[in-house]
C-alpha cells in the first residue's frame, strides 16, 4: 500500500531537528540546526536559551524537512515527537509543535523515548536481531539496555552520578578545551604517545553500572598538583589517559552483559558513539569475542530527529498512538 511518512521532531536538548522517515527505513529528510555555537559561550547549554532558540527555528525546520522529503503535509501519515528525558522548556517546544500539525492535519501523535531514538538510530542503517543488547553513551546518559524485542527495553545497567559524554565534557573543560569537549579529548588522545595512569571505576564485581565522577576528580587533582608544583601535564597525555579509563570500563562491561544477557548483537548508541577510540576499542573486542557489532555512522549519532523517527515506526506499527494531552517528560523512564 502507501508508504508511511512520519514527520518526527527532536528539541530535547540543544539541537533543533526534523526529519521525514519512509516506512521506518529510509531517511527522506534529516534536517538538524544546532545551537552549540550559541551556547558555547557559556561552556554548556543553558535551557531558557535552548528554548528560545528551539521556538525561533522549529516552524522553519519542519517546512525544510517536508520540502526536502520531496513531499507535503498532506503525503504525512503520524507526527512523531520526543516526549522525553530532556530540558522540559526545550521538550515543550518540539510537543506544542507537533500537537499542533497533528491537530491540524488530523494525523495520530506518537510520542519517542529519547533514548529509544538513539538505539533505533542503529535500524535505520542495519539488520537488528533480537535480543540484543545496547550501549547507550550520550551527554544526559550511559546505560546498558538488553531489548529482548522490538520496543522491550531493560535497563540492566546505569551511570551512577556523571554520564561518560559529561565527564568527556567536563575534562576537556579542565583543559581549556571549548564546548562539547568530547572530539576534542577523542582527538588529544589519539595523538598521545603515552598516557597518565588514572583509575578504573569497576564498581562491585557482577555490576553493570558506572561511574565517572571519581575519574573526572582524578583528573582535576592531577591537574592542580601539577599546577602547585609550576609543571605542566601535556594536555595529550591527561586526554589519552582518561579516555583509556573510560573505554576500558565501558567495553569490558558491554561485552560482559552481551554474553550474560544472551544478546545476538552489540549496538553502540549516543553522541559519545562518535568517539574514534571507543568505536576502535569495541570493534578489535567483539571482532576476538565473536559478537557483531553495529555502530550508527557519526551523523547519526548525535542527536537527530531521524532517529526519532525510526522509533516511532515500531509505535505505529503497533498502533501505539499518544493521546492529544500528551505531557513532556524530564526524567521519562525507558
Ligand atoms: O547524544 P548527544 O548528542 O546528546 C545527548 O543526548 O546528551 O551527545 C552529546 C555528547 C556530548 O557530551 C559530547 O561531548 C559527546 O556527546 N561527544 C563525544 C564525541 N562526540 C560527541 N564524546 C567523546 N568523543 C567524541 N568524539
Ligand atoms: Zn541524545
Known sequence: GRP???LALETS???TSVAVIEDGKVIRSNVVSSQIETHKAFGGVVPEVASRKHVESITLIIEQAVREAGLGLGDL???AVTQGPGLVGALLIGLVAAKSLASTLGLPLIGVHHIAGHIYANALVHELEYPLLALVVSGGHTELVHVEAPGRFRIIGRTRDDAAGEAYDKVARALGLPYPGG?????LAAEADSALPLPRAWLEPESYDFSFSGLKSAVLAALNTARMKG???PADQVARGFQESVLDVLTEKAIRAVRETGSRQLLLAGGVAANRGLRTRLEE???EAGIPLLVPPLSLCTDNAAMIGAAAFLKWERGQFAPPYLKAEPSLSL
Do not use: N
Not at 183 to 187: G, K, S
Open 77 to 79: 501519515s503520524a507526527i
Open 285 to 287: 573486542r567483539c571482532a
Open 4 to 6: 508511511c511518512y512520519i
Open 231 to 233: 609543571v605542566e601535564l
Open 13 to 15: 536538548c540543544d539541537e
Open 183 to 187: 572530539p576534542h579529548v577523542d582527538r
